[in-house]
């Protein structure tokens, strides 16, 4: 096996987790975030509206996913954000106003009167209901994705990186036919990693996401009652749209790479047939030019 073929096979390995990779960037964004939250965080159960349901879901997708250069400012804004959403749905004539509980509303009056800050508020709030906020042990779990995510980056954009420089070397060296592999092997790989996913996820969503969790965080730090403010933003629905997202992004990304495979694969045998044409042209003439010499 030459060294091209090794690269090649190396690169459909690289690639075929840099399409997840892209996949996983098509899920941060703060339109999908958006979208899904605006179909599927209905509030019906909550003590906030559907629109402030929407809202929160994209500052904590910000808190969550964004790198930040203070984490504590970052608690501040988005308890901040919670707390002020938390007067408005409970303010008298408020559509939720009867789902706050007097108690809910006199811990927003006394803290505000106190002068608190807004991560006091807020944790004062959710010590009533984490109905009502984001307790310290969802903004803990979401510090840690933080954590996961800003980390992991880097090493992820790499990886994409020397994708991208082992297709430009075999396309440099005119090794088409190795490139061909390379881009259309990826998409492949991809493929079945995630028909394998796919099944297991209809068969078993919440065993899939369990296991999903469990290979980055502590067992029973993900887990949050079904009516927590948290959940309220994020139900099941809304992590099964970002798997879809997740899928049809790579998968998309993953069909240009492998149309871009089957254009280089028709390069390579053209390239093939003109070896093949110039070989026998070359033998053509050093057949004359033996008949001629032996004259």
Known sequence: MGSDS???????TVLAVTLLVCGFAACCLPVTTASLAGAV???????????QLVELAQETRAFTVDAHSSMEEARESLAADVVAAAREASAEGAPKYSQWTQKAKQVLGDVEGEGGT???TMDALAKVSDRYALDAAAVSHLE?????????SSYLGMIGVAALIIALVLGFRKQFAALAFMLRMGPALLLAVLVILGLWGVIDFNGLFAAFHSLFFLEGTWTFNYDSLLISMYPIDFWMGMGAVWVGSAIGVGLLCFAAGCLFAWKAQVQHRELEEAAAAEAARSKKRRKKGRR
């Open 6 to 12: 090794i690269l090649a096979g190396i690169g459909a």
């Open 41 to 51: 965080s209905t509030g019906a159960d909550s003590p906030y509206t559907h629109e």
């Open 118 to 120: 807004a991560v006091a």
């Open 144 to 152: 840690d994705c933080n954590g996961l995510i800003t980390g992991l």
